[in-house]
């Protein structure tokens, strides 16, 4: 996925964060810094419940979960002096894919000035074109973030722990993009993945000889912070009440001062949250 998926509807690194109300200059990294050319395009599946997302395996169908596209680029930031991750929605990357086409396909010429307005769901971003002033050795000797790694995608495993409000190992940080962290105003993913496996002749072989039976394993004891995660969880996407992220992370932070996510709740934190949820 690439420039040609920009505006397409989704059913480690330092990210760059944007001041409303304060105009910053970046410069988007290319092949010439040894970046790549194309933004890593992929749909983000994100819990708002917990503050987390994670991508979304390709070709992978769920109607219970709304994901978003994300097009995630190397940038130079003048502002912190330092090589970042830039991840946006569909709406800042076709005014980013608009900018390129005027300039022959390159930000090579030109650097960008990046003015957020609003927060959350109002939030909007004008994109100015200046000539650039980029000098690549500021970024001589420097390691740049690898976005096929930085944005791997999830196991369906962690995909499903994801949706019950239980932080897999590895999940992305809220990115900031057109829509405000953790938004999910696109809609179900329609990416099939077609085109992935290539066509070829059927071929028979050997069934594997059978292994020996194995002793079924020990049953493992679950955390019982993770039963009344998914409990509370629950009872937040069935209530009227806690219809909003902003209604939940408050009844979150009425439980424990300064934690805004279920998993950051201790067992009695969470016992207590479990009792006054309704």
């Known amino acids: 996925m690439a420039w040609n998926d920009v505006g397409m509807n989704a059913g480690g690194a330092d990210f760059m964060k944007f001041e409303a109300g304060r105009a910053s200059k970046i410069h988007i990294l290319g092949e010439a810094e040894g970046a790549p050319n194309e933004p890593k395009s992929f749909f983000q599946y994100y819990n708002q419940d917990v503050q987390r997302g994670c991508v979304v395996p390709r070709g992978h169908k769920d109607s219970t979960i709304k994901v978003r596209a994300q097009h995630a680029f190397l940038i130079w930031s003048y502002d912190d002096q330092a090589i970042k991750v830039w991840a946006v929605g569909n709406r800042v990357a076709t005014v980013l894919k608009g900018v390129m086409e005027a300039y022959e396909g390159s930000f090579s010429t030109v650097d960008l000035i990046v003015k957020k307005s609003g927060q959350g769901l109002d939030t909007t971003y004008t994109v100015t074109p200046k000539p650039t002033e980029f000098d690549a050795a500021a ?140």
């Open 139 to 278: 970024i001589e000797g420097m390691e740049l973030p690898d976005l096929e790694t930085l944005f791997a995608e999830a196991s369906l495993e962690d995909l499903e722990n994801l949706k019950n409000g239980i932080v897999p190992t590895r999940t992305e940080e809220p990115a900031t993009d057109d829509t405000g962290a953790g938004a999910t105003d696109d809609t179900t993913s329609t990416d099939d993945g077609s085109g992935d496996e290539g066509g070829g002749t059927a071929t028979q072989t050997k069934a594997p000889a059978k292994a020996p039976a194995k002793a079924p394993a020990k049953p493992v004891a679950q955390d019982p912070r993770i039963t009344l995660v998914k409990a509370i969880t629950a009872k937040f996407a069935a209530s009227a009440k806690y219809k909003t992220p902003l209604a939940r992370t408050n009844a979150i932070k009425a439980i424990a001062r300064g934690k805004t996510a279920l998993t950051q709740l201790s067992l009695p934190e969470l016992q207590k949250l479990n009792a006054q949820a309704k």
